[in-house]
């Protein structure tokens, strides 16, 4: 399929999606914060084998009348009769409130209280710095092979680009309430190394186009380069999605966890390959050009 798309002409387009989406994301940020999860903010963890199909809106309603909030219920297991409940921390009387209503509602003996424990917030703060370290570092690698394989402008607009993936993750997980947890976390750093490929697909071609097309103005060679690889861009975003879909509908709980915030990281990373990345290298090269004029000019 041939595509003939103006992207470089509709720059200020693009970046007025993602600047609505991601300054919306920054107020949902400093307002009402992140819906944190147990890694990050310790609590109780407490598991019970219910032994036949049950709702999970059956547990919540009892943590709910001991006055117990934003907790999370899931049903674990093969055969989903098993409970894993998280909540904040609870004080030894209440917990032993509601594992008394839960073991009255489901007819449960003591062997069917499989366990309970505090988890601390320490690892969630190791987990902050550990995560936050590893995409410093890794932004420096990517800069220094991206600048040293292609040119440094290319490099800075690769970096923007995943820092504009991260933020759209970010803002939608704030905007959404969807809780933060470890699995959020792997999929960051999955979504980093993902995007800046499809990036690099793009700028080889544009790298290639520079010695075909002399001539031509640099929004030129950037609309010729996506349109060549926009199909390949489209079939790859799509494979994965197929099966990230696949993997949220019909995966175990934590399989989901992990596929939800892949796919909009995956989204994301296909559009500011296209859209952010590539417009960032032509704005710098303009850029450039103007700065050598002016140069001239003033030597002159």
Do not use: C
């Not at 947890?181 to 980093?192: G, H, Q, R």
């Not at 949220?248 to 296909?270: C, H, M, W």
């Amino acid at each position: 399929m041939k595509w003939n798309l103006d992207v470089i002409g509709k720059t200020k387009i693009w970046f007025a999606i993602s600047g609505i989406i991601i300054l919306a994301g920054l107020i949902a940020m400093f307002t009402v914060g992140f819906n944190w999860g147990l890694d990050f903010t310790g609590g109780t963890v407490m598991e019970f084998n219910i032994g036949k199909p049950f709702q999970t809106s059956e547990i919540t309603n009892i943590l709910i009348s001991h006055g117990v909030k934003d907790s999370q219920v899931k049903a674990i297991g093969s055969e989903k009769k098993q409970v894993s409940i998280a909540t904040k921390s609870l004080d030894d009387k209440t917990r032993a409130e509601i594992v008394n209503d839960i073991k009255s509602k489901f007819n449960l003996n003591d062997k069917d209280y499989l366990s309970s424990q505090n988890v601390g917030p320490s690892i969630g703060q190791e987990m902050k710095f550990g995560t936050v370290l590893a995409l410093l570092v890794a932004s420096a690698l990517m800069l220094i092979y991206i600048g040293f394989r292609f040119n440094f402008e290319m490099g800075i607009a690769a970096i923007m680009a995943l820092v504009h993936d991260i933020l759209i993750m970010l803002s939608t997980y704030a905007l959404l309430r969807i809780v933060v947890n470890t699995p959020f976390v792997a999929a960051i750093l999955t979504v980093f190394g993902y995007s800046i490929t499809d990036t690099v697909v793009i700028f080889d071609r544009i790298r290639d186009n520079l010695r075909i097309m002399r001539k031509a103005s640099y929004a030129e060679i950037a609309n010729v380069s996506i349109n060549k690889t926009m199909t390949r861009s489209i079939n790859t975003i799509m494979t994965v999605l197929i099966m990230l879909v696949l993997m949220y509908f019909f995966g175990p709980a934590s399989i989901k966890e992990f596929a939800l915030p892949l796919t909009i990281g995956v989204i994301s990373g296909g559009y500011s390959s296209i859209f952010i990345a590539t417009p960032l290298w032509v704005i710098f090269k303009n850029k450039e050009i103007k700065n050598r004029a002016g140069n001239k000019a003033a030597k002159a």
